[in-house]
């Protein structure tokens, strides 16, 4: 953040940039789980530049997570929304081979109208989630030969598949669902012979660790709200608990009871959450390495 304007409005990609300093930061042991969680709070509740810059600044990155040069008449480094992403620029490349090995396009890059990839004995990866995009639809051309092509679609985008598949196939499943307004089109085709072309559409690494905090801080606010609820409620009752419907349960009794099913409701919730984030996490893996990238 500039110094001469502490009071300039932050953007979300200001924020994100924050909260990944601070995300590499814990991986390195600068931060403890609650030192992290404590500054990613304030990240994500900052409005202003002068309220990010503290948080880095002890940080040996710090200062490029607390000064990019921004003038007054701020323009986005990524113009919010699908129309920033639609930039009209060549493609980054437009093809990729792999041939009893591996081949990845993935992070930011610029997918263009029309990308070829072509897998023997191989697999490859097409990762769109952070890429931007020369043309409102691009055009994939997936040739798998004993192989796999997986392409991975960020939500919002609407997706397309025309490949034709002999003892092979393509995966149809992400086809039919309705893009945001704005979103690119991405039609996948080409040709699969024992072999495949996978589609999902997932979000990035990045979002779902955002997701995830958001999710603790509401179970959080909701734990504060009962105990609150809670206090105010003996408050009203002198301390002593009121009898509860037939079986004469004080009330203190009833709200500990409450407490408890709701714990466990939360407990479950994260326990599933986390079973899921490991599935992942080993799907990735097991991706990973058929590809030979390992």
């Given amino acids: 953040m500039t110094d001469d304007a502490p009071e300039l409005r932050a953007s979300d990609a200001d924020r994100e940039r924050v909260a990944e300093v601070l995300r590499d930061a814990l991986a390195e042991g600068r931060l403890d789980m609650t030192e992290f969680e404590e500054r990613l709070d304030a990240t994500y509740k900052a409005r ?37 992403r639609i930039t009209g620029a060549e493609g980054s490349s437009t093809w990729a081979v792999a041939v009893m090995s591996g081949f990845q396009r993935k992070g930011r890059w610029t997918v263009p109208r029309r990308f070829t990839s072509f897998a023997f004995w191989g697999g490859g990866e097409i990762d769109l989630r952070e890429a931007d995009f020369s043309a ?62 996978g589609v999902e559409r997932k979000v990035t690494r990045a979002e779902r660790q955002r997701l995830k905090e958001e999710r603790r801080q509401e179970k959080l606010e909701r734990r504060q709200e009962r105990e609150r609820e809670r206090l105010e409620g003996r408050d009203r009752d002198g301390g002593r608990g009121l009898p509860g419907g037939r079986l004469g349960m004080p009330a203190d009794h009833r709200d500990a009871h409450r407490r408890m099913l709701e714990d466990h409701r939360d407990m479950v919730r994260d326990l599933r959450e986390e079973r899921h984030e490991q599935r992942e996490l080993r799907r990735e893996e097991r991706e990973r390495r058929r590809r030979g990238e390992d």
């Avoid at 607390?66 to 699908?82: F, Y």
């Avoid at 679609?153 to 196939?169: F, N, T, Y």
Wanted: some cysteine.
């Fill in 48 to 84: 202003t530049y002068g309220e990010l810059a503290p948080i880095t600044r002890d940080l040996p990155v710090g200062a490029v997570a607390e000064a990019p040069r921004v003038s007054m008449t701020k323009e986005p480094e990524r113009a919010g929304g699908w129309a920033g």
């Fill in 136 to 197: 409102g639809e691009v055009v994939l051309n997936c040739v798998a030969i004993m192989g796999g092509v997986q392409v991975i679609v960020p939500p919002g985008v609407e997706v397309v598949v025309r490949g034709i598949g002999i003892m092979g196939g393509f995966d149809h499943s992400e086809e039919g669902v309705r893009g945001d307004p704005g979103a690119p089109r991405v039609v996948v085709t080409g040709f699969a012979f024992w072999g495949g072309v």
